[in-house]
């Protein structure tokens, strides 16, 4: 196979081998006319010479017989013929010797003086035809003595009108042998450049045939191929379609998507199915490849989590794209049970701080009862027993509160993947741990820097667990840390701001970090800093999935004298409406 370079300089070369050509047939076919008409206007020209000498001559012998006649019979009509005939002779004269025509008779420049001394001679005679004449015989003899006169005049006209007619023979032999040598070299120079340019065309068409050969293999080949490509999306068990990017437009759909949609590729449903892998897809790192992580709701009310890769396909001769996705709903499920039994491990883990932040709130309910009933037995029933049912009253709304955390984080998750407020899921796992944090005596310093009703797209009980893993991570550490050096204060910072269209959310603490042999492995499942039975391992590597099926990325490092968890996040709307951060 030639290379790129290569077929540009054949074409190039060709296209001047053409050009050339045609530019030498046209040059031949140009001198070949140009020569004709120079022949045709030589041939015109003697042809002239030696007509101009027969008028000269035939006008000589004309005005002679009309002097003859004037002669013997001088009447006004014979002198206007004679003044006419000498007119004629007298214009004639000056073409002999003053025209193109003329120069080319042989000798012509001897004749020259003599031609122009007759011609004034002859004016002479006109302008003495002006007068008139003397009566007869006066007439007669005047008459006579022009005709005399003007004798010389027809003998050179004669000789020069024999030198016309030689030269004209010999000119027109020249003239026949030139046109036989010079028609020659252009109608061969004409010939060969007409063979070069069939033969030129020749092979040029013997080249295209070829290439056109190989088109045709080549597009046999491809469909063979894109063939045998269908085949083997059938025969996958994953669902794969090929669809338009500008109208979404589902082009071919194997079996498996086929069932998953449950509708012809002409419904709204596929179309729902690829605009939804498209706004969750982002860029991989195989060039245009994006994947994708996804919940598709079936016609059969069932959830499908889909998860794979939007890349470029060349379909039927198009550039289309082709959507390949994994049904890991099995797979899911079993993620879902494993984050639940984390779930219900960090609320073992809590159990004592819960029931303790539970103890305080009934202590006070029960110290409020007991006053409450003492001053009933001393018949007291206004404000000081309001105000002892109000501190009971409040203290129910906080034992409410607790529980509330606690049924909310210990509840099943769903697999919708729907836009939320951020602000309001960082806020509410705070507020699940704040209470332990206060009894530890950690401060809490917390900025917020996006607005409240900024939106990301996931599932909002699974993220505020991923908050609520690293917020109990950071308060096992910071006890430890309190433990061992009680007169540094224990800090969590939660900080939050907007980045290139992303918001980012950083949880840093002063603990003392992780140690550096586990941080590179820190999400990787069962990998744990707390001691032998406290900790599952779990709870990381499920937070790096729950970012990650957000189109997120989390990362953890060490600052300063503690450990920061960075979490990204793309955002899903710039707002949401006051109904939805609600």
Request: proline share 4%; hydrophobic share 45%.
């Given at each position: 196979?030639l ?8 074409k ?23 020569q ?14 030696g ?20 002669r013997?019979?001088p ?48 004016e ?31 003998r ?28 020659a ?7 060969i ?18 290439r ?56 709204p ?18 060039g ?8 598709f ?33 099995k ?43 003492r ?52 806020q ?13 005596g ?18 909002q ?18 006890d ?103």
């Amino acid at each position: 196979m030639l290379s790129k370079k290569a077929k540009i300089a054949h074409k190039l070369l060709a296209g001047a081998l053409v050009v050339t050509t045609l530019g030498l047939f046209i040059a031949t076919g140009m001198l070949y006319l140009r020569q004709a008409e120079q022949r045709q206007l030589l041939a015109t020209s003697i042809r002239s010479s030696g007509w101009i000498a027969y008028q000269a001559q035939l006008e000589y012998v004309k005005t002679t017989a009309t002097l003859d006649i004037a002669r013997d019979d001088p009447s006004p009509r014979i002198i206007d013929q004679l003044e006419l005939r000498l007119e004629l002779l007298a214009s004639r004269l000056p073409l002999l010797y003053a025209s193109e025509e003329g120069r080319l008779i042989a000798g012509i420049d001897a004749f020259a003086p003599a031609l122009k001394d007759y011609r004034t001679r002859i004016e002479t005679y006109l302008r003495r035809l002006e007068d008139p004449l003397p009566p007869p015989p006066k007439s007669g003899r005047l008459i006579s003595q022009w005709r005399s006169e003007l004798v010389p005049l027809g003998r050179n006209l004669q000789t020069i009108l024999e030198a016309a007619v030689v030269d004209n023979d010999e000119i027109n032999r020249r003239e026949a042998a030139l046109s036989k040598e010079t028609a020659a070299l252009p109608l061969a120079l004409m010939f060969i450049s007409g063979g070069g340019l069939v033969l030129l065309l020749f092979v040029q068409a013997r080249r295209d045939r070829r290439r056109l050969h190989d088109v045709l293999e080549a597009r046999r080949a491809q469909i063979e191929v894109e063939t045998s490509f269908e085949k083997t999306m059938q025969a996958m068990p994953f669902v794969a379609l090929i669809f338009d990017p500008d109208t979404h437009e589902v082009k071919f759909a194997n079996d498996e998507a086929i069932e998953l949609v449950g509708a012809s590729l002409a419904h709204p449903d596929w179309t729902r199915l690829i605009r939804s892998a498209i706004d969750v897809s982002k860029t991989s790192d195989q060039g245009d490849t994006r994947t994708t992580i996804l919940s598709f709701g079936r016609r059969d009310g069932e959830i499908s989590s889909l998860r794979g890769t939007i890349s470029p396909a060349r379909w039927r001769g198009r550039r289309l794209r082709m959507l390949a996705l994994a049904d890991v709903t099995k797979l899911r499920d079993a993620e879902l049970k494993v984050m639940q039994a984390a779930k219900l491990a960090t609320l073992g883990e809590m159990a004592t701080a819960i029931a303790h932040e539970t103890n305080q709130p009934l202590a006070v309910i029960r110290l409020a009862i007991a006053n409450a009933r003492r001053l009933l037995e001393h018949g007291e029933t206004g404000e000081a027993l309001a105000a002892k049912l109000t501190r009971i009253s409040d203290q129910v709304e906080r034992v409410k509160r607790i529980t509330d955390q606690v049924r909310r984080y210990g509840r099943l998750t769903s697999q919708q993947c729907e836009p939320f407020a951020l602000h309001d899921a960082v806020q509410l796992a705070i507020g699940f741990v704040a209470e332990q944090y206060r009894a530890a005596g950690i401060r809490l310093d917390i900025d917020l820097d996006f607005a409240t009703d900024l939106a990301v797209a996931g599932e909002q009980t699974m993220f505020e667990q991923v908050i609520v893993n690293i917020l109990v991570n950071a308060r096992d550490a910071l006890d430890a840390l309190h433990d061992r050096d009680t007169d540094r204060t224990p800090v969590l910072q939660v900080r939050g701001w907007m980045k290139s269209g992303s918001v980012v959310l950083e949880l840093e603490d002063n603990g003392g970090g992780i140690p550096e042999e586990i941080i590179a492995h820190l999400f990787d499942p069962f990998v744990t800093t707390k001691p032998v039975g406290k900790g599952t391992g779990l709870g990381l590597s499920m937070a790096r999935n729950i970012v990650r099926d957000m189109n997120g990325d989390i990362a953890a490092r060490n600052v300063r004298s503690g450990a920061c968890f960075t979490i990204r996040l793309p955002v899903a709307s710039q707002t949401l409406s006051l109904e939805e951060a609600a």
